[in-house]
C-alpha cells in the first residue's frame, strides 16, 4: 500500500495493483494497512482459545447454562456455544489464561494445561471439554491503544484499529459501529475524504 498525490495504490502478492482514492484497512489484528500508520506490534494477553463443533444432539437443554456456571466456578475461564449450520451442529469456544506463559514460545496454553485449568468445573462444562479439538490452539493477542487511526488518505476500522480480546462477539460489534460511523461522516463530508477520516 503506498499513498499518491490521487490517492492509493494496493499491491497483491500476484503484484497486480489496485488504485483508489482512499484504503480502508479492516485487515484485523495483524493489519498490513495499520504499519504505515504505527510501528507498534500485538501484545499478548497470555489467554488461549479452543474449538470445536459437536453435534445438536449432543446438547441438553440445560447446557446452555453453561457460560455461567464456568463462570461462577473459576475466574479466568469461559466457555462460548451457539448453533451453526442451520442449528445442525453446536460450535464451542473454550478460553482460558495461561500460568504458564513463555514469550517467544509456543509451549503454553497447551491442551493438557487446559484440562487442568477447567479441573472441578461443572459436569456439563466437563462434556463440552471432551469435544474440544486439540491439534489448534489460538493464543489471544489485542495492542496498546493508538492516539491516530488515520494518515493521509489511510484510516483503520475495527479490529486493525482496535483489536479486542474475543467476548461476545465484541470485536464484530465494533467493526459494525466503526463502519457505521464512518459511513454518515463520508455522507456527510462527501468528496472531502481526510475530513472523513479524522
Known amino acids: 500500500m503506498e499513498e499518491t498525490a490521487d490517492g492509493v495504490i494496493a499491491t497483491?502478492?500476484?503484484?497486480?495493483?489496485?488504485?483508489?482514492?482512499?484504503a480502508i484497512g479492516a485487515d484485523g489484528l495483524r493489519s498490513n494497512v495499520r504499519k504505515l500508520i504505527s510501528h507498534d506490534q500485538p501484545v499478548?494477553?497470555?489467554?488461549?482459545?479452543?474449538?470445536?463443533?459437536?453435534?445438536?444432539?449432543?446438547?441438553?437443554?440445560?447446557?446452555?447454562w453453561m457460560t455461567s456456571l464456568c463462570g461462577l466456578a473459576r475466574t479466568c475461564l469461559h466457555v462460548v456455544q451457539y448453533p451453526?449450520?442451520?442449528g445442525e451442529l453446536y460450535n464451542q469456544v473454550v478460553v482460558f489464561e495461561t500460568y504458564e506463559y513463555k514469550e517467544?514460545?509456543?509451549?503454553?496454553?497447551?491442551?493438557?494445561?487446559?484440562?487442568?485449568?477447567f479441573q472441578g468445573c461443572h459436569p456439563?462444562?466437563?462434556?463440552?471439554?471432551?469435544?474440544?479439538?486439540r491439534q489448534i490452539r489460538w493464543p489471544m493477542y489485542d495492542r496498546r491503544p493508538i492516539d491516530n487511526w488515520t494518515k493521509g488518505n489511510l484510516t483503520l476500522l475495527g479490529?486493525?484499529?482496535?483489536?479486542?480480546?474475543?467476548?461476545?462477539a465484541?470485536?464484530?460489534?465494533q467493526a459494525l459501529e466503526d463502519s457505521s460511523y464512518l459511513t454518515a461522516m463520508l455522507k456527510k463530508y462527501g468528496e472531502k475524504l481526510r475530513k472523513s477520516f479524522s
Open 12 to 22: 497483491n502478492s500476484r503484484n497486480e495493483h489496485f488504485f483508489g482514492k482512499a
Open 44 to 64: 499478548c494477553s497470555k489467554y488461549v482459545a479452543y474449538r470445536g463443533t459437536i453435534p445438536i444432539t449432543e446438547i441438553s437443554r440445560i447446557q446452555s
Open 84 to 86: 451453526v449450520r442451520r
Open 104 to 117: 517467544d514460545s509456543d509451549d503454553w496454553g497447551t491442551p493438557e494445561e487446559m484440562e487442568r485449568r
Open 124 to 133: 456439563l462444562v466437563q462434556q463440552a471439554l471432551s469435544f474440544i479439538q
Open 159 to 168: 479490529d486493525a484499529a482496535h483489536p479486542m480480546l474475543q467476548y461476545i
Open 170 to 173: 465484541q470485536g464484530g460489534c
